[in-house]
């Protein structure tokens, strides 16, 4: 038996769906305040639940299990979801926010923040270039960012070209067995969140890294 929770009305962007008998779903939903997780039954008349959707939502609770409903479900859409590429990207930045985020009840605002804007430029700007420096931005808001720039691997500084490891990890290039990025670029990026002076390659580099998890 399920009891409504009248009046509250939520926002969040999926960041997980996951199909259960049959057509039923369990849905990731990442808020302003909290990671829901809510199952969806399938229903004709029910709308179409995406990885990546921003929707606004309402949770029915449940007396019978700890998973509770979601019902009520209204898109907010984004012009650029009709542009494969780019919308393949987004789902592809967006579902790495589940697993860092998974075992999380209460989260920080910063998160949902962080989605939201990239969402609205996602059509302005690059989507790799701005996913970088989305994640440079959450690397720094969680005190992550080593700015330092000594290898990983031996501890020496790393000038001219630096390699990046999961998390942004500086390496020299001969350690890590990878190409790097100038150092001018780095700097750019880390100090003002901007991706101006790296090179088309060089963020296909570091998008590649960011693909390993946030």
């Known amino acids: 038996m399920f009891s409504c929770v009248k ?106 923040e962080l989605l939201n804007e990239a969402a609205l430029q996602w059509d302005i700007q690059s989507p790799k270039r701005l996913a970088i420096e989305s994640y440079v931005k959450l690397l720094t808001h969680e005190g992550r960012l080593h700015t330092e720039m000594l290898c990983f691997y031996c501890d020496i500084k790393v000038e001219n070209k630096i390699s990046f490891l999961r998390a942004y990890l500086p390496a020299h290039e001969k350690c890590s067995h990878t190409l790097g990025i100038n150092q001018e670029g780095v700097e750019e990026l880390f100090r003002n969140f901007s991706t101006l002076f790296l090179s088309d390659k060089e963020v296909d580099r570091l998008w590649y890294v960011l693909l390993k998890g946030l």
């Open 7 to 112: 009046g509250v009305l939520l926002q969040g962007f999926i960041i997980k769906t996951h199909r259960v008998r049959d057509e039923d779903l369990i849905v990731s939903i990442i808020t302003p305040q909290s990671l829901e997780v809510l199952y969806r039954f399938y229903g004709a008349r029910h709308s179409v639940i995406n990885l990546g959707n921003k929707i606004d939502f309402e949770i029915e609770s449940s007396i019978k299990t700890d998973v509770h409903r979601l019902r009520d479900v209204i898109h907010l859409g984004f012009s650029w979801m009709r542009d494969t590429r780019r919308l393949s990207l987004w789902q592809q930045f967006i579902a790495l926010f589940y697993h860092h985020l998974q075992n999380t009840d209460e989260i920080d605002e910063f998160y949902y």
